[in-house]
């Protein structure tokens, strides 16, 4: 997985962003249907709310429904590319202040103004000290009663597995991953997930900075293997506080296949 420049070079310059992020949403039918079939389901306790912060929204994707559930969004990316991109398409909305960011500082946040944390599709591809670093910052942003939802890699878990894959000769890789026997799933694609994270370690994380875990969602993405976990956490002393409850979710993509079914349907 890259270090926070190579994050930064890569989305910042390299990626092709012509489809704005819609591309990672095909999977379930398009944005809209992710949103209201998979996102807003899991937030919906949370929001509305009086103040939201993002964190690595690209250009926007998920920004685009979260105005709509705050008074005050606050939006921070490590690309200016992303965040100008953002200036621009949101031009009209005054609810929303843009940052850019080192890729770990809060710094330009007030501290305990935060009412709902949100990133999704984004911290999966950083390691874990730069999650331990946001958790770090963000137990001093956050509101009394202040919530936050994070979709964080557990590919750690599996890091034997993707380490020992990485062994194989380039050529056989791309046959394996994009040929023929891609088809038949022979091999599971880290897809640039954070083999130094997992469910585990983000829990542990939160509670050394001074937060606590309370819902943990672990999920596969396009995958055989759990790659990824959904992890929502609050102040120890916050009315949402509670002792953590993880649920091992294998039929995560299968909502999906669902939704997509369902998308033509219901979708603009």
């Known amino acids: 997985m ?15 962003w012509a489809r704005a992020g819609e591309e990672w949403s095909e999977g379930y039918g398009g944005s809209h249907a992710q ?9 919906s306790r949370f929001v509305p709310t009086g103040s ?11 920004t685009h429904y979260l105005r709509d559930h705050c008074g005050r969004l606050e939006i921070v990316d490590l690309s200016e590319r992303c965040i ?11 609810r929303i202040t843009y940052h850019v960011n080192d890729g770990m500082s809060l710094s330009m946040i007030d501290d ?36 936050g939802i994070i979709h964080h890699s557990n590919a750690g878990e599996y890091r034997r597995y993707f380490e020992a ?35 585990e370690r983000f829990r542990e994380s939160s509670e050394a900075a001074g937060l606590q875990c309370i819902s943990q969602e672990v999920i596969p993405c396009g995958t055989r293997r759990l790659i990824d976990c959904v992890s929502t956490f609050t102040t120890p002393s916050s009315r949402w506080a509670r002792p953590n ?15 997509k079914r369902q998308a033509p349907l219901y979708s603009p």
């Open 35 to 43: 949103w209201f079939g998979v996102i807003l389901p899991r937030i």
């Open 84 to 94: 100008q991109a953002c200036k621009e398409r949101f031009a009209e909305d005054d």
């Open 165 to 199: 894959i990485d062994r194989f000769p380039g050529r056989v890789l791309h046959q394996l991953y994009y040929g023929r026997a891609h088809r038949m799933r022979l091999l599971d694609n880290v897809q640039w997930r954070a083999l130094s994270m997992t469910a």
């Open 2 to 16: 890259g270090t926070v420049h190579e994050n930064a070079s890569f989305w910042g310059g390299q990626y092709d």
């Open 245 to 259: 409850r993880v649920l091992v979710n294998p039929g995560f993509m299968v909502e999906a296949k669902i939704i």
């Open 112 to 147: 305990a103004s935060v009412d709902f944390v949100f990133s999704f599709d984004s911290l999966v591809h950083v390691e874990a000290d730069v999650i331990a670093q946001y958790l770090r910052e963000l137990a001093k942003k956050l509101a009394p009663d202040g919530v």
């Open 52 to 62: 939201i912060l993002e964190i690595a929204p690209g250009y926007g994707r998920w």
